[in-house]
């Protein structure tokens, strides 16, 4: 498979981008290099070669949930610098 130049050109327009000649040119150029390598990678045998979702193999490396009791309401305002009633108070940030 290869791209000419009304391909690079179509691709250009659904993205809504424009090139100069020499740029279509060489991106012309650079998307048969691409597609080439592409199509020797379809060369190698991965029979038996199981596919990947992930080239890592990792399990879930996250503690187990543990129910414990809350802070009360009085010492989570404790060092607040502002307070209304048992809220934090903070400054108007939105006009």
Same mark, same amino acid.
């Given at each position: &498979? $290869?791209? %000419? @130049?009304? #391909?690079? #050109?179509?691709? *250009?327009?659904l993205a809504r981008l424009s090139f100069t000649d020499e740029? *279509? $040119? @060489? &991106?012309? #150029?650079? !998307? %048969? $290099?691409?597609?080439?390598?592409?199509?020797k990678l379809g060369e190698l045998d991965t029979e038996g070669v199981l596919p990947l979702s992930n080239i890592h193999d990792q399990k879930n490396v996250l503690r187990d949930d543990v129910e414990r009791p809350s802070i009360s309401n009085a010492e989570a !305002?404790? %060092? *607040?610098p502002d307070r209304q009633d048992r809220f934090f108070k903070v400054p108007k940030v939105i006009g």
């Open positions: &498979m $290869s791209v %000419n @130049r009304k #391909d690079v #050109d179509y691709i *250009a327009e740029e *279509a $040119s @060489r &991106m012309t #150029d650079e !998307l %048969n $290099s691409i597609l080439h390598y592409v199509e !305002l404790q %060092n *607040a």
